[in-house]
């Protein structure tokens, strides 16, 4: 019988996103040989045992690496995986969501519903958080719009009390321009975020949209209204992360640099579940694009919808969406390909009757051109149970 790898878990087990990373390193070990597990249940901020530091064990997975351990145990040749997002990044190998596609995806989000005002909540001393405020403003100034920001420290010294801090955000919120979209770089600021409009009386969404991240449901129907949240890959994080240390303790040499991975979408809920836009005309031709697009609608139908000239319709649709209403189809098919390709193991012939369009190899062909890579690259990428699939399949000789 051989002897099982021992390897130590440092992952939160208080929050959703270790959970969903501890199921991705689940998944892995469900189709590889089992390990010997270290795990405790911990918070996110607790530190690493002492002990951990003159371990000898065969590897580690860590959520709350300090240079101190990765110096430790790349000193006594122990295997390290660091999954941390609260520091910049060690001399060790890296996994983890990339936070500036997370701000760009929040920020498409809001500006699909019409939001030209935008702004972005978050801490200030969170290296995670201010990935995610520059992939958001630089996806704002990328479409021409501003970007106001409010930004306190959410530990420390510096850091307020809830009471102190929900009376600044408020009064941040009172001074934005409306409508205005709201990013809060986290479900927990997105309550925030929630708790001191509702404090000032101010209508969600009508007034202001906000949308959070890590779609932690419990978290988000909390809220009131339910909050919106883009959704990282946690668990593909955590299922790479198992792969990868399973390859470095074998003797495989580590990258030397980190593998981001990209989040899977956003969650529509009540707090974003709104069209930002002034003219009912456009509003309505907005709505109809989003119900028929993947049933393959046609610039001919749309037109026929509209009561709107096509030139007219043309130069509306890009003051409020930036992007014509041929792009808008084009966009709500792409997100149902992206939907079905990273939830779902549905063959492309079906994915693509399902996204409206008639033919697989034409929907490959825009899917190429949009995002960058092919439907069987991006599934890889971001669907756990194809990735273990095709990692279960022997080697063909």
Request: proline share 8%.
């Given at each position: 019988m051989s002897k099982r790898a021992h390897v130590a878990l440092i992952v939160e087990t208080s929050i959703h996103y270790g959970r969903q990373v501890l199921r991705g390193v689940t998944s892995y070990l469900q189709s590889h040989d089992p390990w010997s597990i270290f795990l405790e249940q911990r918070e996110l901020w607790t530190l690493p045992p002492t002990w951990l530091h003159s371990w000898r064990g065969d590897g580690v997975i860590c959520r709350k690496t300090t240079e101190k351990l990765a110096r430790a145990l790349t000193k006594a040749g122990v295997p390290l995986v660091d999954l941390s997002d609260a520091s910049k990044p060690f001399a060790v190998p890296r996994i983890e969501s990339n936070h500036r596609a997370i701000g760009a995806a929040a920020a498409d989000h809001l500006m699909e519903r019409g939001f030209t005002r935008l702004a972005f909540c978050g801490f200030s001393d969170q290296v995670w958080s201010i990935g995610r405020r520059e992939g958001f403003m630089a996806r704002c100034t990328e479409r021409g719009h501003a970007c106001l920001v409010w930004d306190s420290p959410w530990?420390?010294?510096?850091?307020?009390?809830?009471?102190?801090?929900?009376?600044?955000?408020?009064?941040?919120?009172?001074?934005?321009?409306?409508?205005?979209?709201?990013?809060?770089?986290?479900?927990?600021?997105?309550?925030?975020?929630?708790?001191?409009?509702?404090?000032?009386?101010?209508?969600?969404?009508?007034?202001?949209?906000?949308?959070?991240?890590?779609?932690?449901?419990?978290?988000?129907?909390?809220?009131?209204?339910?909050?919106?949240?883009?959704?990282?890959?946690?668990?593909?994080?955590?299922?790479?992360?198992?792969?990868?240390?399973?390859?470095?303790m074998s003797g495989e040499k580590p990258p030397t640099t980190p593998m981001l991975l990209e989040p899977l979408g956003v969650t529509t809920r009540q707090s974003t579940d709104v069209l930002a836009i002034d003219d009912p005309a456009v509003a309505a031709v907005v709505r109809f694009i989003r119900e028929r697009a993947c049933h393959g609608c046609s610039m001919k139908e749309v037109e026929r919808h509209s009561t709107l000239s096509r030139s007219l319709l043309e130069r509306q649709f890009r003051k409020y969406l930036g992007r014509s209403p041929q792009a808008e189809i084009r966009a709500v098919q792409l997100?149902?390909?992206?939907?079905?390709?990273?939830?779902?193991?549905?063959?492309?012939?079906?994915?693509?009757?399902?996204?409206?369009?008639?033919?697989?190899?034409?929907?490959?062909?825009?899917?190429?051109?949009?995002?960058?890579?092919?439907?069987?690259?991006?599934?890889?990428?971001?669907?756990?149970?194809?990735?273990?699939?095709?990692?279960?399949?022997?080697?063909?000789?």
């Open positions: 530990t420390g010294p510096l850091a307020r009390t809830w009471e102190r801090e929900q009376d600044q955000i408020m009064r941040w919120i009172k001074a934005l321009p409306r409508p205005a979209g709201i990013f809060a770089c986290s479900d927990m600021r997105g309550q925030h975020v929630l708790d001191a409009c509702q404090r000032i009386d101010m209508a969600v969404p009508e007034e202001v949209a906000v949308i959070g991240v890590d779609d932690d449901a419990v978290l988000c129907n909390l809220c009131h209204p339910p909050l919106s949240s883009v959704v990282p890959n946690a668990e593909r994080v955590g299922y790479e992360a198992a792969a990868l240390l399973d390859r470095l997100k149902r390909v992206k939907q079905l390709l990273g939830e779902s193991e549905l063959p492309l012939e079906k994915i693509a009757a399902l996204a409206g369009y008639s033919h697989p190899e034409y929907m490959s062909v825009v899917f190429k051109r949009e995002t960058g890579h092919t439907p069987g690259e991006y599934r890889t990428q971001t669907n756990p149970v194809v990735a273990a699939n095709r990692l279960r399949k022997p080697a063909v000789s």
